[in-house]
T-cell receptor, first 110, second 119 residues
């Protein structure tokens, strides 16, 4: 059973469209992280959300942590081809294990 | 310096070879990780080192042997691998802090990975 489920698994959109990626769990996390990974590279940390209900913005990316700290969302406004990549949510389980969600593969076409 | 450096970037090895993957960080992080990632899948945790001691082994086969010589270095020794072990191997590090009376790891910073091919 996957601890962190992401949806959708794959998203193909045109440049300029908006999108939302969801990360859901039945477990409570003290914090959740979002990473973006490009082919052949390691994941790059985008943001950490800690407080239930917290909203963080990173340019055109908006991250929200659910009130119960079991879920999170990533919203991208006016997507660009440079946003293409694998988006991963992750959380620390049992204080030491950083585990990843199932991943969302985003393709933004010009 | 927020870099985690992994070497080599690419490695091709035969099933009878012995090789090592290396990872280095100078951020003062006391938790270090090895992950394995197959194509189009999320990274899967293999090992966690906390303060240079192995704290988590996710039932990884003994042909993978981790080593943490000091707080900045993490190695993964490989021996008698199988073709299905071909994958991207990622090293990461994170801070450890005390929270809820326990040592907790925070967000991780990753290296670029080693693309391993077993032939």
């Amino acid at each position: 059973t996957q601890l962190l489920e992401q949806s959708p698994q794959f998203l193909s959109i045109q440049e300029g469209e908006n999108l939302t990626v969801y990360c859901n769990s039945s477990s409570v996390f003290s914090s959740l992280q979002w990473y973006r990974q490009e082919p052949g590279e390691g994941p790059v940390l985008l943001v950490t959300v800690v407080t239930g209900g917290e909203v963080k913005k990173l340019k055109r990316l908006t991250f929200q942590f659910g009130d119960a700290r079991k879920d999170s969302s990533l919203h991208i406004t006016a997507a660009q081809p440079g946003d293409t990549g694998l988006y991963l949510c992750a959380g620390v389980r049992g204080f030491q294990k950083l585990v990843f969600g199932t991943g969302t593969r985003l393709l933004v076409s010009p | 310096d927020t870099e985690v450096t992994q070497t080599p970037k690419h490695l091709v090895m035969g099933m009878t070879n012995k090789k090592s993957l290396k990872c280095e960080q100078h951020m003062g992080h006391r938790a270090m990780y090895w992950y394995k990632q197959k194509a189009k899948k999320p990274p899967e945790l293999m090992f966690v080192y906390s303060y240079e001691k192995l704290s988590i082994n996710e039932s990884v086969p003994s042909r993978f042997s981790p080593e943490c010589p000091n707080s900045s270095l993490l190695n993964l020794h490989l021996h008698a691998l199988q073709p299905e072990d071909s994958a991207l191997y990622l090293c990461a590090s994170s801070q450890s802090k005390v929270g809820q009376g326990r040592l907790m790891n925070t967000e991780a910073f990753f290296g670029q990975g080693t693309r391993l091919t077993v032939v």
